[in-house]
């Protein structure tokens, strides 16, 4: 099974600089933007596809395989951006943030509410999974972990129903977790209540939020000036984190404005190519739903 990748057009029109070079794919998934920007930047081209899931990458490696040397496929995190690319710089970095087709539709990793299964969500081996969390986690934390990285409404309470659920033994699958949420949920919103507890707990386990903050600074750093960053997120938690990245570099001296001259010596080291994120037209979310909460920021790189 193929992921479909979303906005693919405005990936490779905000992407691509038209000058020869390395371009880095972090959430290189199924490959559908690997193949995409490759195609589009011709033989002078070279891709970096990372992914920590190894199913994800033996995918891309399968779909990519036309393009020969053209492609290195490198499994780990994109946290450890500089590590993988050991000194070469890059024309553009993209991420396409969250989890792709091929691991929601997989009933045994755990990701979804819909398929029973192990209570596990790691993206990839060396990644934390939920059944250690819910094993030992207390009610107050985890009630901090669904406010935070869920934002549900009636955190508290979920909370609460998941520890008195694991009081009647360990729970294991993601059925009886789901039925833990459910009585706990407020009744017209159950459906998205699921969706954000699964979420802070996928998000808590495989820390993507810290991945995030490690990687924005660093991709800055190995992109060549006029080289362009793409970020695609899904849920406000990443994409607030994107946006204030993007408007702490973009601004430069930022001295309190009573100062006679900048001590600070801050300059610019972003231009930012989307005032507001883009997001897929009605036709794109029809024919593929998952398109529905995508948010694109793209910025350039200063001198
Ligand atoms: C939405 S999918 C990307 C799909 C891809 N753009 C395509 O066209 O097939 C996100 C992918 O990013 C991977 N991923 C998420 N966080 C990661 C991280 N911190 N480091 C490396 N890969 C990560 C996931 O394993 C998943 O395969």
């Known amino acids: ?31 559908g933007h690997a193949e995409a920007i490759l195609e589009a930047g011709g033989e002078g081209i070279t891709l970096v596809g990372i992914d920590r899931d190894p199913k994800a990458l033996a995918a891309a490696a399968e779909r990519l395989e036309s393009f020969g040397g053209r ?8 946290s450890d951006i500089s590590k993988h ?35 596990d969500m790691a993206m990839g081996p060396d990644d934390g999974d939920v059944q250690a969390l819910l ?35 360990r729970i294991e699958r993601t059925a009886r977790l789901r039925a833990a949420i459910e009585k706990a949920a407020p009744p017209r919103d159950a459906v998205s209540t699921l969706a954000r507890v699964f979420q802070a707990l996928r998000i808590w386990a495989n820390r993507e939020l810290e991945a995030l903050t490690a990687f ?3 991709a800055l750093e190995l992109c060549t000036p006029g080289g362009r960053l793409v970020l695609i ?18 601004k430069g001296c930022t001295c309190p404005s009573d ?19 883009v997001v897929p037209g009605e036709e794109e979310i029809s024919e593929n739903p998952r398109a529905r909460s995508a948010r694109l920021r793209a910025a350039e790189r200063l001198a």
């Open 1 to 31: 099974m193929l992921h479909t990748p979303v906005l693919v057009d405005e990936v490779v029109r905000f992407l691509m600089t038209g000058r020869e070079g390395t371009y880095i794919d972090g959430t290189v998934g199924t490959g």
């Open 71 to 78: 492609v290195r496929l490198v499994r780990g995190n994109f």
């Open 85 to 119: 690319m050991a000194g070469e710089n890059c024309e553009g970095a993209l991420l396409d943030l969250g989890i792709s087709s091929l691991q929601i539709a997989d009933g045994d990793r755990g990701f979804s509410y819909l398929e029973d299964g192990p209570l």
């Open 135 to 169: 094993d030992t986690v207390s009610e107050r934390a985890l009630a901090g972990i669904i406010h935070e990285y869920g934002e549900a409404r009636r955190n508290r309470a979920i909370a609460r129903e998941i520890v008195r659920e694991r009081s009647g033994g």
């Open 216 to 218: 924005l600074p660093e």
């Open 233 to 250: 997120s899904y849920h406000s938690l990443e994409d607030r984190i994107v946006k204030r990245f993007f408007k702490a570099e973009e």
């Open 259 to 277: 100062f006679p001259e900048c001590v600070c010596g801050k300059q610019p080291r972003l231009r930012v190519l989307t005032r507001r994120p």
